[in-house]
């Protein structure tokens, strides 16, 4: 588990973002949109839960290379290289 993430479910993160770092590990990047559906959050609730993981270097943002008007939320690098 990369250090961002211990280190942030160690600070007791709300239930949504543990539910949002779960649907991203299962199925890998994700608009907020398809999180949204996967995880049946209010939109608000994910938008809230991403911003606070982006900011904790949990999750990273990145363009949507098929189509550049959306952007994909990731679970950082460092996260992925230590499963």
Do not use: C
Request: avoid cysteine.
């Amino acid at each position: 588990m990369g250090g961002n993430v211990k280190w942030f479910r160690s600070h007791k993160e709300p239930p949504s973002a543990s539910k949002i770092i779960r649907v991203i590990e299962n199925n890998g990047p994700m608009t907020s949109k398809e999180i949204v559906k996967n995880t049946n959050l209010a939109p608000r609730t994910v938008r809230y839960a991403l911003k606070r993981l982006v900011a904790e270097g949990v999750v990273a943002r990145v363009p949507n290379l098929t189509d550049l008007r959306q952007t994909l939320f990731m679970l950082h690098v460092e996260r992925r290289m230590n499963r």
